[in-house]
């Protein structure tokens, strides 16, 4: 059981549907989509969780992303770490990778024992390599003394420089597309199509035309968004504050513009996800919907932490 609050924009204008531990939703789907974390940004924080979403299909969990607490997640979600089979980085970003090792390292520990593929910009075999290294005690001494496979060989690595099919299975069929993220170089959308429904995820972008033909015709495209009027709060708070601040804006979407994004692919559902800012009491789940629906027609979800869709 997930816990889960939503607010749907629907096509009759708006409409808020509050649930708690009641699965509706993707309950009798085969392939289910759970956002394990929605803030944007690398710092902690009470509310959100790191950047991560999974896909479950057939009992195979695929990961997008592994921002802070992305192992906690999966289990408060209730998805078995041992179900751990695929891991996608959208691009190599604290907020986006800070916990991928550290995934790896406790489903390892909780019991994993069966292959892993992990799939994302360079350097990700160095990452994985070092990071092996780093914990090897700890590794070496669970295998010595708690009978655990060796861990390093369950793990293989692709390094991803170009959009295109990335790989296909039983369950889905997966492709990326590069977006716009400077100067995170190269960082990747993807899309997950199995045979009941579409998802795509956009890391983080501009708007972005190898986004939209991505996610053409998508039932659920999850895109990561910022409330332009709450920026100068949220930098506020920060030292560096009129350098980040021109990052941000140059290097992620409006949730106005996530709504252009979503129209012009024709999806079903924008799922507003990596809110930034993501802790800021004075925007609405409304603001965020009447936002995205300048532009957009479909649904409109905003992304909570353990939400499924
Ligand atoms: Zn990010």
Partial sequence: ????????????????????????HGQNRRTRLILLGTGGG????????GSAQVIVSNGVAYVIDCGDGVARQFATAGVPLTALRHIFLTHQHSDHNADYGNLI???????????VDAWGPPPLEQMTKLFFQMNAYDIDTRIANEGRVPLAPLV????????????????????????DHPPVVPAFGYRFDAPDRSIVISGDTTPSDNLITLAKGADVLVHSVLY??????????VPNASTLKASIIAHQTSAEDAGRVA???????????????ADDPMVTERMWIDAARTHFRGTVIVGRDLLEI
């Fill in 263 to 277: 129209q012009a692919a024709g999806v079903k559902t924008l799922v507003l996800s990596h809110l930034v800012p």
């Fill in 42 to 49: 690398p710092r902690p924080r009470k509310e959100s969780s």
């Fill in 156 to 179: 293989h690595v692709h390094e991803l420089r170009a959009g295109g099919e990335v790989m296909r299975d039983e369950n889905v069929r997966v492709t990326a597309a590069l977006v």
């Fill in 228 to 237: 332009v009027p709450a920026v100068d709060r949220l930098l506020a708070r």
């Fill in 105 to 115: 390292w406790l489903a390892w520990a909780s019991g994993l024992s069966t292959r």
């Fill in 1 to 24: 059981m997930i816990s889960r609050r939503s607010f749907i924009g629907g096509t009759a204008g708006f409409a808020a549907s509050l649930t708690l531990a009641n699965p509706v």
